[in-house]
């Protein structure tokens, strides 16, 4: 059963891109299972060759043997391994390895530089892309889609945006902002789509919807293994850009924008709609966590363990818990090793996490707010809604709904939830959309 927290297990470089000819498919895919081959019996030095010149200074057996550790402890030795495919964008080549893991299957995507050697690794919950289907809610003859680039400096995020064909003056317009990890625009999570459900489906309803690329995503050789990232960089600054793309459009309403966060990206979207000022009309949580991130980890690690118990489980489970406790001590600063920190992030990533309180910068909000939890999610559950309803629920700015069939991703389903359900296609919930248009429109 796959273990499925809030963020990947990954290590990624910098590197420098050179301009050169770019082999073949199967040369990219026989160098990553080589690679990949290596890391499983435990060959790091071999593993080493394979790295870009321009890493090697940051990249040594040693980090491969934790990185590998670190994997191991959550998923299991590598049984077998499935198909392969490749990607490319820019100089980079990426190429994806379905892995089947003893507790999941996942994706291990390699990616590599000009030069074609790899800038670094690491490991996405499996999606088989031909495994989506646009929901039957939706009606494609009614909209129009166009390609869009969110640009915050020097960082360049491709996009889409969604509208009705025949709106009859200016319209809403919602900004998309993602979960954790380096996510597509669809925020793609195993065979489904849920920022893709709700794109079509409100556009339909005559809103205008912008997605995005992560920057994550986009830029993964540029901003993972930099020390100086946070959710600032992360999200909050490009969902901003966003925001101020979204008053410009010919069609929008400029006096009616809107923030709809998930996940992560709920949890931020007050701190995005404090930033932004008046650029944002009202903000929309979908699954926002109430508490410190780091707790909700360990509760999801505890939750996962709880399925499937095992001794390396517990083992695993003891060295998250003390990582933890430094960090809601507060007894950590910027020079803090990631080692000593959960997930391996770095101090800077935890130390504004730590400095954040999303409950607090909400109350301060005097724009609508609409609060919505799945009361079958496992990574986000009914003790943050009711966080958020007990210090926000006496105050006239803000609506709360939560769904007694829904799991985080706001998809139906029976019985304890487990990440097994996120295998399964599935949509966004119409009930919700429906309560989402409802409060657009009324606001």
Request: with cysteine; aromatic share 10%.
């Amino acid at each position: 059963m796959k273990r499925f927290i809030l963020l990947s297990v990954s290590l990624i470089f910098s590197s420098h891109l050179l301009s050169k000819s770019i082999p073949n498919d199967s040369f990219y895919i026989s160098k990553a299972r080589d690679f990949l081959f290596a890391l499983n019996n435990e060959k790091f030095e071999k593993a080493t060759a394979y790295f870009d010149e321009t890493v090697l200074n940051q990249v040594n057996a040693t980090v491969l043997k934790n990185t590998w550790a670190q994997i191991f402890s959550k998923l299991g030795y590598i049984k077998s391994t499935g198909k392969s495919r490749i990607e490319r964008n820019d100089s980079i080549t990426i190429v994806y390895i379905t892995c089947v893991f003893d507790d999941a299957t996942m994706d291990m995507k390699v990616q590599f530089s000009a030069s074609n050697k790899i800038l670094g690794f690491f490991f996405i919950p499996h999606a088989d892309p031909g495994d989506y289907h646009l929901p039957a809610y939706v009606d494609t003859s009614l909209v129009r889609e166009q390609d869009i680039m969110i640009v915050s400096g020097k960082y360049k995020m491709p996009g889409k945006y969604l509208y009705t064909k025949n709106a009859k003056g200016k319209i809403p317009v919602v900004v998309l902002v993602h979960g954790s990890g380096p996510n597509d625009m669809d925020e793609t999570i195993e065979a489904n789509k849920p920022f893709k459900d709700l794109a079509y489906a409100l556009a339909k309803q005559g809103i205008g919807i912008i997605r995005y690329d992560k920057r994550t995503k986009v830029y993964p050789n540029l901003v993972y293994g930099d020390a100086r990232l946070t959710l600032e960089q992360e999200t909050i600054v490009d969902a901003i850009s966003a925001a101020r793309l979204a008053r410009k459009l010919p069609d929008a309403d400029s006096n009616r924008i809107f923030i709809i966060g998930y996940s992560i990206g709920a949890m931020v979207a007050p701190l995005i709609a404090q930033q932004a000022g008046n650029l944002v009309t009202g903000i929309v949580l979908m699954a926002g966590p109430a508490r410190p991130l780091g707790n909700l980890i360990l509760e999801q690690t505890q939750y996962l363990d709880s399925l499937i118990p095992s001794d390396k489980n517990k083992r695993s489970l003891g060295i998250l818990k003390s990582q933890v406790d430094v960090i809601n001590r507060g007894d950590f600063g910027p020079k803090t090793s990631s080692t000593q920190l959960p997930l391996g992030l770095s101090a800077n990533y935890w130390l504004f996490l730590h400095n954040y309180h999303q409950i607090e910068t909400a109350k301060k909000l005097k724009i609508p707010i609409l609060i919505l939890q799945g009361e079958r999610d496992y990574q986000v559950t009914m003790i943050d809604f009711n966080l958020w309803k007990n210090a926000l629920g006496k105050s006239n700015n803000v609506t709360f709904h939560s769904y007694p069939k829904l799991n985080h991703l706001f998809m139906e389903g029976e019985g304890k939830s487990t990440p097994a359900e996120y295998e399964t296609p599935g949509h966004v919930a119409e009930h919700v959309i429906d309560d989402i248009v409802k409060w657009v429109k009324a606001n």
